[in-house]
């Protein structure tokens, strides 16, 4: 009677092995296309965070497109991100200024190839209008 009872802890055992090393692959993926992917979508946070500040403040600074081309590359370049100073559309309206970048960055996945397009936005209004 006892066989019975040490083949099925025979195979439990079996069992959890795999089980942990299904979850530790799991786990190191996820970890890879962290580290692949979060700086990517924090260097757009940033630069959408610029954006809004550059929209907002355009005004009342009086800045030309030119100067807010300039200071938007510059912080482009600080990030690393794939995108020239032409990516940059700047639109002057009667209430404000719009400002967008439209660029795509190439990531590789050791396995597949991937190509992840970013266009943030932003407008500022002028309030005294």
Same mark, same amino acid.
């Given at each position: ?6 083949? @099925?802890? /025979?195979?439990?055992?079996? #069992?959890?092995?795999?089980?942990? *090393? ?6 190191? $993926?996820?970890?890879?296309? !962290? +580290? %692949? ?6 260097? #757009? ?7 809004? #500040?550059? !929209?907002?403040?355009? +005004? ?10 300039? *200071? ?10 794939? !995108? %020239?100073?032409?990516?940059? %559309?700047? $639109? /002057?309206? @009667?209430?404000?200024?719009?400002? /967008? ?15 992840? $397009? ?8 002028? *309030?005294? %209008?």
């Amino acid at each position: 009677m006892s066989l019975p009872l040490q083949t @099925s802890r /025979s195979s439990q055992r079996g #069992e959890g092995k795999l089980r942990a *090393i299904v979850y530790t692959v799991i786990l190191v $993926t996820l970890v890879f296309l !962290a +580290i %692949k992917l979060v700086p990517l979508y924090v260097a #757009e946070y940033q630069l959408q965070d610029k954006m809004n #500040e550059q !929209a907002k403040f355009a +005004i009342v600074n009086h800045y030309t497109e030119d100067q807010i081309r300039d *200071i938007l590359f510059k912080v482009i370049q600080d990030l690393d991100i794939p !995108a %020239k100073r032409d990516d940059i %559309k700047l $639109t /002057s309206t @009667s209430h404000g200024v719009s400002v /967008s970048v439209s660029y795509t960055v190439p990531v590789d996945f050791l396995v597949y190839q991937a190509n992840i $397009t970013f266009s943030p936005t932003s407008e500022g209004l002028d *309030i005294l %209008k």
